[in-house]
């Protein structure tokens, strides 16, 4: 082959295939100490869950799984999920052995274009997947690999991408690694310049899947020959994983590492509305929770209602009116908003993102907060009657009322956004504005002042403030809505 491309190489990677039995670049199984596969659990799913939801998420329509004795269970896993819309097709690695070049012959003959292969004992993101799938259209082979000299598990052969002294390209070398010392024997070049492990993460053109070759062990497995025959070609390339949440789970401590990996992949989701406490202080202490609530299989409603009645508790100690009450529910309120954030962590975790449970959040927030209100006015009203008069009453009032109507308003801001053609006919500052709306209405960093005016004392005087800071808030919503009405109609 001379590495010309040919038109049926060039298209959209909708194809899968993952490993369920084996990694890939060690086809006949790893190290049973360290034994990670299909069934083992990260982060409240499977691994293999884990990656079939990912890549469905980045775009992927079908899977080919190659799967041994695990197939039932797998199957059991997923059979009946809502949350599933990939084609997922078995195939029985007795039938279809993964080490067996006639395998991959066979695959390589029932697709078009090029496909992803991947093993099933690691976590990674959508947005490497998307990645792979970008770079490898125009019938590149791509190969995720981690940063120079970094190994991951070095506990079964793998593929090192190295650059080549003359052309400047990679070039695909197997190498071994020691079990014990974990170190890398030495293969024509220094150790830990110039070169990457490669992850269990490739992209292959159809037609070199069926490169098959003389061999009798995992170092020249199918897989490797396709990717040196890609080398020799000069259509190979690499793709850092390191910077898309990729962790493999083998080794000692590797499933640690995977679950932190997932979570800090949680810090850069688009999306997230996270203020200053909740990403300083909040999430420090709820990402400990969310562990425990996925162990427990509570679900993100579930917490939701969790932290929604916490925070009724929390409202119904600051209507009792004392001290030692008022600090109770500064705390209990504190903790619902730590559980908020919970809700949150666990769904996009584990897929169960939806929009009902969007809303749910979002009106009970809405309804702790205005019951918090209420709670501080009744409690303030009730520990000074004759000195303070009705004015705690009436400015809890005008919170409770401002926040209910500040509800009202981002339900129909959401509900114009779904319609995408006329949110682009709007002016871009309306745009921005409403951006910024409902930005500050996800925002609980006030759960703070809360706690310091309780612990201080002055809990009447963030009566003033709420009031103040709601009413603004509604103001502000009712005139941007007017001005959209009013462009609206021009």
Same mark, same amino acid.
């Given at each position: 082959?001379?590495?010309?491309?040919?038109?049926?190489?060039?298209?959209?990677?909708?194809?899968?295939?993952?490993?369920?039995?084996?990694?890939?670049?060690?086809?006949?199984?790893?190290?049973?100490?360290?034994?990670?596969?299909?069934?083992?659990?990260?982060?409240?799913?499977?691994?293999?869950?884990?990656?079939?939801?990912?890549?469905?998420?980045?775009?992927?329509?079908?899977?080919?799984?190659?799967?041994?004795?695990?197939?039932?269970?797998?199957?059991?896993?997923?059979?009946?999920?809502?949350?599933?819309?990939?084609?997922?097709?078995?195939?029985?690695?007795?039938?279809?052995?993964?080490?067996?070049?006639?395998?991959?012959?066979?695959?390589?003959?029932?697709?078009?274009?090029?496909?992803?292969?991947?093993?099933?004992?690691?976590?990674?993101?959508?947005?490497?997947?998307?990645?792979?799938?970008?770079?490898?259209?125009?019938?590149?082979?791509?190969?995720?690999?981690?940063?120079?000299?970094?190994?991951?598990?070095?506990?079964?052969?793998?593929?090192?991408?190295?650059?080549?002294?003359?052309?400047?390209?990679?070039?695909?070398?197997?190498?071994?690694?020691?079990?014990?010392?974990?170190?890398?024997?030495?293969?024509?070049?220094?150790?830990?310049?110039?070169?990457?492990?490669?992850?269990?993460?490739?992209?292959?053109?159809?037609?070199?899947?069926?490169?098959?070759?003389?061999?009798?062990?995992?170092?020249?497995?199918?897989?490797?020959?396709?990717?040196?025959?890609?080398?020799?070609?000069?259509?190979?390339?690499?793709?850092?994983?390191?910077?898309?949440?990729?962790?493999?789970?083998?080794?000692?401590?590797?499933?640690?590492?995977?679950?932190?990996?997932?979570?800090?992949?949680?810090?850069?989701?688009?999306?997230?509305?996270?203020? /200053?406490?909740?990403?300083?202080?909040?999430?420090?202490? &709820?990402?400990?929770?969310?562990?425990?609530?996925?162990?427990?299989?509570?679900?993100?409603?579930?917490? *939701?209602?969790?932290? !929604?009645?916490?925070?009724?508790?929390?409202?119904?100690?600051?209507?009792?009116?004392?001290?030692?009450?008022?600090?109770?529910?500064?705390?209990?309120?504190?903790?619902?908003?730590?559980?908020?954030?919970?809700?949150?962590?666990?769904?996009?975790?584990?897929?169960?993102?939806?929009?009902?449970?969007?809303?749910?959040?979002?009106?009970?927030?809405?309804?702790?907060?205005?019951?918090?209100?209420?709670?501080?006015?009744?409690?303030?009203?009730?520990? &000074?009657?004759?000195?303070?008069?009705?004015?705690?009453?009436?400015?809890?009032?005008?919170?409770?009322?401002? *926040?209910?109507? &500040?509800?009202?308003? $981002?339900?129909?801001?959401?509900?114009?956004?779904?319609?995408?053609?006329?949110?682009?006919?709007?002016?871009?500052?309306?745009?921005?504005? /409403?951006?910024?709306?409902?930005?500050? $209405?996800?925002?609980?960093?006030?759960?703070?002042?809360?706690?310091?005016?309780?612990?201080?004392?002055?809990?009447?005087?963030?009566?003033?403030?709420?009031?103040?800071?709601?009413? $603004? /808030?509604?103001? !502000?919503?009712?005139?941007?809505?007017?001005?959209?009405?009013?462009?609206?109609?021009?």
């Amino acid at each position: 082959m001379d590495g010309t491309l040919n038109k049926s190489e060039i298209g959209t990677i909708d194809t899968a295939i993952v490993l369920a039995s084996s990694g890939l670049f060690d086809l006949v199984g790893g190290d049973a100490h360290f034994s990670v596969g299909a069934l083992t659990r990260v982060g409240g799913m499977t691994l293999f869950q884990r990656a079939v939801f990912t890549l469905q998420h980045a775009g992927i329509s079908q899977i080919l799984t190659l799967v041994g004795q695990e197939e039932q269970p797998l199957r059991s896993l997923i059979h009946g999920d809502h949350r599933l819309h990939v084609a997922i097709r078995w195939l029985p690695i007795r039938e279809f052995p993964p080490s067996d070049p006639q395998t991959w012959a066979i695959l390589g003959s029932e697709m078009k274009g090029s496909c992803l292969i991947l093993g099933c004992h690691m976590v990674f993101s959508s947005s490497l997947i998307e990645s792979l799938r970008e770079e490898g259209q125009e019938g590149q082979a791509v190969v995720a690999v981690g940063r120079p000299g970094e190994y991951g598990w070095s506990g079964n052969p793998g593929v090192v991408m190295r650059a080549d002294p003359h052309t400047g390209g990679p070039v695909a070398r197997v190498v071994f690694c020691d079990r014990e010392s974990s170190r890398m024997e030495h293969v024509g070049f220094e150790e830990g310049k110039g070169f990457a492990r490669a992850a269990d993460l490739v992209v292959l053109p159809a037609r070199l899947l069926g490169i098959s070759g003389t061999w009798s062990t995992p170092e020249t497995s199918p897989i490797r020959l396709a990717l040196e025959q890609a080398a020799a070609e000069g259509v190979v390339q690499t793709l850092s994983a390191s910077s898309h949440g990729y962790q493999d789970a083998r080794g000692p401590g590797g499933l640690q590492k995977a679950e932190r990996t997932l979570f800090r992949s949680l810090q850069s989701v688009k999306g997230t509305l996270d203020g /200053f406490m909740d990403r300083y202080v909040n999430r420090r202490v &709820s990402r400990p929770l969310s562990r425990l609530f996925m162990k427990l299989g509570f679900s993100p409603n579930i917490i *939701t209602l969790l932290s !929604m009645v916490l925070g009724l508790m929390g409202a119904a100690c600051f209507a009792m009116g004392s001290y030692r009450s008022g600090i109770l529910g500064a705390f209990l309120f504190q903790l619902a908003v730590i559980m908020d954030c919970c809700d949150g962590e666990v769904a996009r975790l584990t897929f169960a993102e939806s929009r009902l449970g969007q809303e749910l959040d979002l009106v009970s927030d809405n309804i702790v907060h205005m019951a918090v209100f209420a709670g501080i006015a009744w409690g303030t009203y009730q520990e &000074s009657p004759v000195h303070s008069g009705y004015l705690p009453l009436l400015l809890g009032a005008i919170a409770v009322v401002s *926040t209910g109507f &500040s509800l009202w308003c $981002v339900n129909l801001v959401k509900s114009l956004k779904t319609n995408a053609l006329y949110w682009r006919r709007l002016r871009q500052t309306y745009r921005t504005r /409403f951006d910024f709306i409902l930005e500050r $209405v996800a925002n609980r960093d006030f759960s703070i002042v809360v706690l310091a005016c309780a612990c201080v004392g002055v809990l009447p005087w963030f009566l003033w403030l709420v009031a103040a800071g709601t009413g $603004v /808030f509604a103001l !502000m919503m009712a005139w941007s809505l007017y001005r959209v009405v009013a462009f609206q109609r021009s």
